[in-house]
Structure formats: C-alpha cells, structure tokens
C-alpha cells in the first residue's frame, strides 16, 4: 500500500487529507512538528511528504526529506495559502503545490495527481495514453494565452503551461476538441501546479452545451469494454509532473 506523511496541525486539513487518501488507497501517518515528522522519515519510507505552510519549519522538512535515504524519492508536496510562499518552496526542493483552502472536492482533483507520481516513484514509470490538445486561457490582463492539454475529464484537466499561473483567481478556459466545430468553455482554478510547467485544473462553471459536448467526446474516448481502472486514471499525464 502507498503511504504518505503529513505534517500540519490543522485537524480539519489533516481529516480532509486523510480521507481523501485513504479513497485512493494511501495510508496517511500525520505529526504536527518538524522534528517528529524528521524522525518518521528517517525510520520509514514515505512515497509522499506533505506540508502545510503554515507549520514552521515545513519547506525545511520536504528539502530535508532529499538528504534521508529512506525519502530521497519521495514525492514532495507543499500545501499553500498564501501565493508568495510558492516561490520559496519551489526553490527548497517541492515538486507539487496543492492551493488552500482544501475544500473534499479540490481535494480529491489534486489528490489523484498526486497518487499518480507516488505510484510512478514506486514502479520506475508507466504507460499511459496521452492527450495533446491545444487550448487558450484568459486572466488578468492575459487574453487567449496559448496552452497545452494532456489529459481532460468532465471535472477538469492536466495543462502545460509556460508561465506560472495565477493561484487565486478565475481562469478562462477554451478548448477546441478534436473533430468539434466549436470550442468547450469553461471557468477554471489551478488545484496544483508543478516545477514544470504542468498545472492542474478544476472546472467551477461550465455552459450547458460545453458540458454537453466534453461528455459526448469524453465518452466517445471509451472503449466498449473497457478494463476497469485505478483512480489514477482521471489525470493521466499529470504522472509527468514530478502530477
């Protein structure tokens, strides 16, 4: 079973986490303190480390994790409220920032992408079917910048990006589907974002006819019968991201 460690002192964060997890089958072993979840990592092997900003200390313990034998490996996760401690934590060593507040919802969409690189640590890699699509997002003062996507649900989606994206505001989200005459759109949020340029998203609202047209397609992907899969399924490239 994959196992993760989380240090944050939030309780209702941590049940959040957890029974999110415990859904993708991964243990979560949770401490409130720097030192202790330093002395978990140095007994044990962890396939994920999370973080809660607000814990002193927590960046210190995810670059921490890459000197321990046990979690050199491990993926590493921050989860962040406040949009200036991005930055630093990208620059100690973190592969994945998961954006507060941790609603179930958001929760479980971030979540899955993370399962996906912890299994990927664990396996040495595996296949996946891929998705390239072009598509355009609009913030701020950026009208139609130029995206990639790399995998797509009807809840939302694993994007390239060149440019670090905004982590509190609306996103607007445009995508031509293949062999569709009219885009899907959508109103977005990033969920997480990765050192790479991969970022995930979650659909907030989306016109009737474009849901009615991601689903049909969607469902056009699938298979007559097909083999039941894991809950790594919905993000399927976001595996690339340590997603």
């Known amino acids: 079973m994959l196992s993760a460690l989380l240090l944050c002192g939030e309780d209702a964060t941590v049940r959040t986490v957890t029974r999110v997890f415990k859904d993708l ?4 072993d949770a401490c409130v303190d720097q030192k202790n979840a330093i002395r978990k990592m140095t007994a044990k ?43 630093l934590a990208f620059q100690r060593g973190t592969q994945l920032v998961l954006y507060k507040p941790l609603s179930p919802e958001r929760v479980r969409h971030g979540l899955r992408a993370v399962r996906n690189l912890m299994a990927q640590e664990r396996r040495g890699g595996f296949k996946r079917v891929r998705v390239e699509i072009q598509a355009k997002l609009s913030y701020g003062k950026f009208s139609g910048k130029p995206i990639t996507v790399e995998d797509l649900s009807d ?5 390239r990006s060149e440019n670090q994206l905004p982590t509190a505001a609306r996103l607007g ?7 569709s005459r ?49 809950d790594e399924a919905p993000i399927k490239s976001a595996a690339k991201a340590g997603a």
């Open 182 to 230: 009219e885009p899907i759109k959508a109103k977005a949020e990033v969920v997480w974002q990765d050192t790479r340029g991969g970022v995930g998203i979650r659909f907030l609202d989306m016109p009737a006819l474009s849901r009615k047209r991601l689903v049909e397609w969607l469902t056009s992907q699938i298979s007559p019968d097909p083999t039941p899969e894991s």
């Open 173 to 179: 989200f445009e995508c031509m589907l293949p062999n």
């Open 155 to 159: 809840s939302g989606a694993a994007i």
């Open 25 to 28: 089958g991964v243990d979560v």
């Open 45 to 87: 092997k962890f396939d994920a480390i999370i973080a809660d900003d607000e814990i002193h200390g927590a960046t210190h313990t995810l670059e921490a994790a890459l000197d321990l034998p046990l979690c050199r490996k491990s993926v590493r996760i921050i989860l962040a409220g406040e949009p200036d401690s991005v930055g």
